[in-house]
Each structure stands twice: as structure tokens, then as C-alpha cells.
């Protein structure tokens, strides 16, 4: 171990000089660590708000106006591990009319329990209980702030077949879309079955979530071979923001190559000098019976502790900038991953044993016959 002696002692000669490089190391770490975190928090944060609450694949029947039995959802389950829930439909048109002022609505019936498991409806309500019982909807926030309408009250509604409907408003949510909230309302599926004229195991659609919401690429097909269905994937509805998405992931690969370039060169430089400097007793110590291998390990040594001093500094930087984050005025926090944080690690050392290279060759190279010689 003599090389680690040797290279631990160097940089205690030149304290200020390898507090800089370790600190220098140390930054670069922690905004990895804090830009990828909170690239990685705000894109999970975007998935959840525009389809954590909302179906990941929708399976409708191939043929406009048929319908799909509801044993579906649960065939569908037992044959497709990455579904969590998969909850039968009846989605219908309706309108409300209040006074000269009429909207669009869109209902879903369907069994509370199911919708829950898909629109997260108990930690989303804002009044009311969480239940669904006959003749009973759930609206949404912006719908009852509009048309002044609050839990009990009665609301009127023009169904397709042109026959009029009355619910009892039983709550209402607050899925965080403004569409939603003023178009969607869920409806017991007694009610909205009556209304379409559907048998009772026939429904419009089978909402899916999935564990995965990306693997829904790759299941919808599936299902749709499967089941001789018309699959509809969220990703497919949602081009736009998939878009920004991959733009946001390479803007953050783009920061960090260039904070570990940065790194990189600081530490090559600062051992690239403490070679030089350091030449006429490297040439002692070759000159005393050191090995070529073992010269160049010294500065490999080198490189060790300078990278893994500024990576754990980094690290515990980053979640510092992390916990301070928290403190910010904004909608979202920042979630640390450990298994990013271990690999960004992984590859602060990575490149600090890679800078070492030049100058652990230049060292091994070395002739100490011509060092003394020159002095």
C-alpha cells in the first residue's frame, strides 16, 4: 500500500490546492445529483397529474355504437401482469341546462369502487362523502362553482334519446384539469345503463391503468390482438407532452456530461501539475527500486481520493440542495432516487480514475536516471 501512502502525502503537501479540486468535484456531483433529481420529480409529477388519474389504455369495441361485455376488464387482468385496474364503462352525452346557460357533460357510470381505483376520487373530493349510489353523481369543482351547485342539490339533464334526467349530487372532486372538472360527471351505472339501453353485461369501454404508464405502447396492441378490440393509448393522445418530456431528459444528460467534462478536466489538470511538480521524487523513488506500476499508482491514487472526497462531499451537498428545494414556492418537491444518486456517484469516481491516465503514464514512463541527472 505503499503507493496510497505516498499519493495521501502529496496532497497533504499541497493542501489549499487539493481542498479546491475536492470542492471543485464536490459541486459538479451535486448539481448532477440535484438537476437530474429534479428533472426526474417534475417529469414523474407531469405523468401523474395528466394520466395518474386517468385511464392509460381505453378498450372500446371495433364497430361505433357496439358495446363490450364487462368480463373484459377482468380477463384482461388475468392475462396482462402490468395492468393494475381495469374498470368496465358507460361513458354518454348529456346536457345541463341552467336557465339560459347550457353544457356539454360527459358521463361515466360505473361502480365507485372501480372508479376509484382509476380517477383516485376519495383523496380527490372536496365536499361530500365518498359513495355512488342510485341516481347519484360526483361533479366537479369547476362545474359547481359555475353553476352554483353543491352537495344535495338536485341537477337536470337532457340525455341522448332526448328524455330528461335528474341526479342528487353526492360530492364533488377535484381531479386538478380544468376540463375535467367542469365536463366530467360520474354517475351510478344503473343510471347511465338506463339511459343508453344496455343490457347489464353490456358496457361502452374498459379503462386500464397500468404499472408501467409507458409500457402502454406495447400492451395496447396486445390486448387489441387478443380481444378483437380498438385499444387507445394515452402516449398516442399525448404526443405533445412526450415531446417535452424527452426534451427535458436530454436537456438534463446534456448539463451533466458537461459537469462531468468539467470534473474530468480539473482533476487531469491537478494531477497533471502535481506530476510535474512532483517528478524529481518520483524519480527518487524509482531510482530507490519503486516499479513502473507502482509509480503510476500513486497518482492513480491519487485520482481515488480526490474523487470519492468530492463525490460523497457532492452527494450530501445535493441533498442538501434537495432538502432546501422543499422550501421553494412551487407545486411540486423533489424526490431523491438512490439509485440514481449511487450511479451518479458511480461515475464521479468513474471519471476521476479515468483523468488520472495521462499522468499515471507519463509517471510510469519515467527515467530516474535522467530526473537526477537534471535535477
Known sequence: MLPLKIAARFLRTSPGQSA?????IAVGIATQVFVGSLITSLQADLIDTTVGSSPHITLVATTDGDTV?????????????????????????????????????????????????IYKLSDRLTAGSPKLGTDEAIVGVAFAEKYGVDVGDDIDLLLPSGAAGSLTVSAIFDLGAAAANERIVFVDPGFAGDALGLADDAWTSIEIQLTDVFAST??????????????????????????????????STMIQVFVLIAVALGIASTLAISAVQKTRQIGILKA?????????RIFLWQAALLGSGGTLGGIALGYLLIWGFGFAPVPFSITPEPTFIAIS??????????????????????????VIQNG
Open 345 to 370: 456517484g458511480a461515475i464521479g469516481i468513474s471519471v476521476a480514475l479515468a483523468s488520472s491516465i495521462i499522468p499515471t503514464r507519463k509517471t510510469s514512463r519515467l527515467d530516474p536516471i535522467e
Open 20 to 24: 479546491l479540486i475536492i470542492g471543485g
Open 218 to 251: 406495447d400492451v395496447a396492441p396486445t390486448l387489441a390482438g387478443d380481444y378483437g378490440v380498438t385499444a387507445t393509448d394515452w402516449q398516442e393522445q399525448n404526443a405533445e407532452l412526450l415531446s417535452g418530456l424527452q426534451a427535458q431528459s436530454a436537456s
Open 69 to 117: 361485455d364487462g368480463t373484459l376488464a377482468t380477463e384482461a387482468m388475468k392475462t396482462e401482469p402490468l395492468i393494475s385496474t381495469a374498470v368496465p364503462v358507460r361513458t354518454l352525452s348529456a346536457i345541463y341546462a341552467d336557465g339560459s346557460e347550457s353544457v356539454p357533460l360527459s358521463l361515466k357510470g360505473g361502480d365507485f369502487a372501480g372508479l376509484d381505483t
Open 288 to 296: 530507490m527500486g519503486m516499479g513502473d506500476g507502482a509509480a503510476g
